[in-house]
């Protein structure tokens, strides 16, 4: 994330904090700088007493006495005022700072002095003899370097010096008719430059010396400070070892993180503090005596199992091993407490404490990895509960939760080393089964789950009995994605046959689910390729024998298997979600057909279950009728008897809505399911039609004569009719028209054709001789 650009205001401050702390240290320099020319002054005092005794005697015989006299008074009062100031700073402590005006002061200070000294060449030079002229020019010279040395730290000062002395000296040799003044001038002026080039070094060096110090200083202060308030306020801890990292010193909070408090630590080894294994993950960083940070460690305390995270440095001796260790520590049970509760949360299924579904594949991979090393068995299986979606619907969620928790913990009472449960899905399981000693004790664990589950359970008030049935696959060979899949594919072959049963997974389950895969792929681009094609097969009045209404049935036209019924694609359209757009075309191309028939035909289209309770059968219903222009009444929509087990009531006002369009509703394959009679009544259902697995076949046979007997009773009581599938014979349909039937279809009639051979039936047809009806 980029930090905002920092305010006007924000700069000007700290432009204005920085020029403070640069100000505020220079002055400490230059108090510094005038600190180490005071506390020489007595010594360069006394020297200017001796030097100007020195003069006194040189030219005591050879110039006017009231001017020598004048000189040493001047001298005496310089050399005094300079003792005294000296004399009352001499028990202060030295200033901290000081102003530029202090450095002009000790400036004016050295020039006065240096005047004092430079009128003795200029006085009294040129009239002493050679031997006096040759101790002043010594003098002299000596005034210059040792009095520059002596301000050497105060630059301008020491400048200013040794200029007034080096000039009042020139001039003087120059006064002189002595032949080696020349060479004697640029000896002092050599010598001049040189202790001026010296003493800017000096005094650069002097104060990059002090500020670094000074700096230093300040970082150490900061230092302690922020130590100080580490060992008061912060969680963490502090810790010296020797080379074998046994405690040498440390901060009280050591002990108290160890479960020791006001107890010292000094002498033990930090490894006997650690569990196992930070022992050896610390004993490895100690061999190679590398830093190291941030390694985490269990630590066992009077108080229960701890976590430490541990930062430790070598110091390393001249010769290289270290002579000792330093690092910091700080306890952080509570962030691996929380990292380990995230990481639980991550691998668990929160409502039935089971692995989920990514754990419950970790734990089967590894176990089939140790299966293979072992070479022992390994079986993965998968269940799901019957119907669970129906109690979630009818009862709600809570119960559903509920009832998931009471099938998990039943599950755990089976678990054990070698058999483990886990929640893959909404109301799915997983189990794990290894070291088995045959298939069929893995047959007989999956019994017992079974059993386990399909127990009835008061849960909420509500008495609950819900099946399962459990698909088991075997092997180590294959991976462990290949084995879930296998798994899947016997639970849903496991389903297919009754349920309440285990199957095992075989070859051609996964021949079969490739197949579906490939046609599911093909049923995409069926319609946009005009593949499908509906046929019509002809409904006849069995009182009068005339054509009443076609059955439109669906036909896929593939384009290298051929003409595919619809038993084996439409099941693979209701999965993939495919049959809303196929259901859709169906009804327009239906409608649109039926509408150049006679007025007096009606269209009869099935509906699939995967469609019930969908707004967009509604929509494509109603566009279907509005595009062909087909009278509702004309349009006959079949629905089968598994509407009726989900989502009670808005599948009644679905109903009651397709009904409100004026179209028809018939109730297909009455018989078969559960055959309610309640929902007659509540629904706006006007036929049944009987299953041809009552119809075709021997009409002696006295039970299915009983049941269509008992359907048509039914249906004339309630004012409805009834469509008898199936009639292949003559046989068939003298039976179903003697038991009361309404309606006749089946081959006997003629097969299912295409929508263009329907006028040319229509010309051909014949209606039959009616045949009398018994009377309800």
């Not at 969620?397 to 009471?406: F, K, M, Y």
């Not at 003409?563 to 439409?570: D, E, N, R, V």
Request: proline share 4%; aromatic share 6%; with cysteine.
């Amino acid at each position: 994330m980029v930090s905002p650009a920092p305010s006007a205001e924000t700069t000007e401050r700290r432009i204005a904090a920085d020029a403070v702390a640069a100000a505020d240290l220079a002055g400490r320099v230059r108090a510094a700088q005038i600190h180490a020319v005071t506390r020489f002054a007595p010594l360069t005092m006394l020297a200017n007493l001796i030097n100007a005794g020195v003069v006194l005697w040189v030219v005591a015989g050879d110039a006017h006495i009231g001017l020598v006299g004048g000189w040493a008074i001047a001298v005496l009062l310089m050399v005094a005022a300079t003792t005294l100031g000296w004399l009352r700073t001499r028990g202060r402590q030295p200033r901290s700072t000081a102003s530029p005006r202090a450095i002009r002061n000790a400036t004016i200070h050295a020039a006065l002095l240096a005047m004092l000294w430079a009128a003795v060449p200029l006085l009294w030079f040129a009239e002493l003899p050679i031997e006096d002229q040759l101790v002043i020019a010594c003098l002299m010279t000596g005034m210059i370097c040792a009095g520059g040395f002596a301000l050497s730290t105060l630059a301008p000062a020491a400048h200013v010096y040794v200029g007034i002395l080096t000039l009042g000296s020139v001039l003087g040799l120059l006064q002189t008719d002595n032949s080696f003044v020349g060479a004697l001038v640029a000896l002092i002026v050599a010598y001049s430059i040189i202790v001026v080039q010296s003493v800017s070094g000096y005094s650069r060096l002097f104060a990059e010396r002090f500020v670094a110090e000074a700096r230093l200083k300040d970082r150490g202060e900061i230092i302690e400070l922020l130590l100080n308030d580490f060992e008061e306020n912060a969680s963490d801890w502090l810790f010296e070892t020797d080379p074998d990292f046994v405690v040498t010193s440390h901060s009280p909070r050591f002990a108290t993180a160890a479960g020791l408090a006001g107890q010292s630590l000094v002498g033990r080894r930090i490894a006997d503090l650690l569990a196992p294994e930070g022992r050896e993950g610390l004993a490895r960083r100690v061999a190679i005596a590398e830093p190291f940070r941030d390694m985490e460690v269990r630590v066992e305390t009077p108080n229960g199992p701890r976590w430490w995270s541990l930062t430790a440095r070598p110091v390393l001796a001249e010769d290289g091993p270290p002579r000792a260790w330093r690092g910091v520590g700080s306890d952080v049970s509570e962030r691996r407490l929380a990292g380990d509760k995230v990481a639980w949360m991550a691998r668990t299924d929160l409502l039935t404490g089971l692995p989920n579904r990514t754990h419950f594949r970790d734990i089967a991979a590894a176990k089939l990895d140790r299966a293979r090393g072992e070479g022992s068995g390994f079986a993965i299986g998968f269940l799901d509960l019957d119907h669970f979606k129906s109690i979630n619907d009818t009862l709600g969620h809570p119960v559903g939760d509920a009832l998931l928790t009471a099938v998990s913990h039943d599950l755990s009472q089976l678990a054990g080393p070698d058999v483990v449960f886990g929640r893959v899905g909404g109301d799915e399981f997983g189990m794990i089964v290894t070291r088995f000693a045959d298939r069929q004790a893995v047959l007989a664990l999956a019994d017992q789950v079974i059993d386990a589950v399909s127990r009835s359970r008061a849960i909420d008030g509500a008495r609950l009995t819900v099946g399962t049935s459990v698909g088991l696959a075997f092997g180590v060979a294959e991976t462990i994605d290949d084995l879930i899949r296998n798994a899947d594919l016997a639970l849903y072959r496991a389903k297919d046959q009754g349920r309440g049963k285990s199957v095992v997974f075989d070859d051609a389950m996964h021949s079969e689910a490739e197949e579906r895969r490939r046609l599911q792929e093909d049923l995409r681009t069926a319609l946009a390729g005009d593949e499908l094609r509906l046929v019509y097969q002809p409904i006849v009045d069995l009182g009068h024998g005339e054509v009443v209404a076609f059955e439109a049935l669906m036909r896929w036209q593939h384009p290298e298997r051929g003409l595919l019924s619809p038993g084996l694609f439409i099941p693979i359209a209701e999965e993939s979600g495919l049959i809303d757009a196929i259901g859709g075309w169906a009804l327009r191309q239906a409608c649109r057909d039926a509408a150049t028939w006679p007025r007096h035909l009606g269209v009869a289209v099935n509906l699939s279950p995967a469609q019930f309770g969908q707004a967009g059968v509604l929509a494509h219903v109603t566009r279907a009728l509005a595009e062909s222009h087909l009278a509702p009444n004309r349009l006959e929509l079949e629905i089968t008897e598994a509407l009726f087990m989900a989502r009670h009531g808005n599948n009644e006002r679905f109903l009651n809505d397709l009904h409100a369009l004026g179209v028809r509703l018939a109730l297909d394959d009455f018989g078969t399911g559960f055959s309610a009679l309640g929902y007659l009544t509540r629904f706006p259902i006007q036929k049944l039609k009987i299953d041809q697995s009552f119809v075709r076949g021997r009409s002696d046979d006295d039970s299915r004569h009983a049941v269509v007997e008992a359907i048509v009773g039914i249906a004339h009581s309630l004012g409805l009719v009834t469509t008898a599938e199936g009639v292949e014979t003559a046989e068939d349909l003298t039976w179903v028209t003697a038991l009361g039937c309404t309606q006749g279809q089946g081959y006997h009639f003629a097969q299912p054709m295409p929508a263009a051979a329907i006028p040319g039936f229509l010309a051909r047809f014949e209606p039959a001789a009616p045949v009398a009806s018994p009377a309800f």
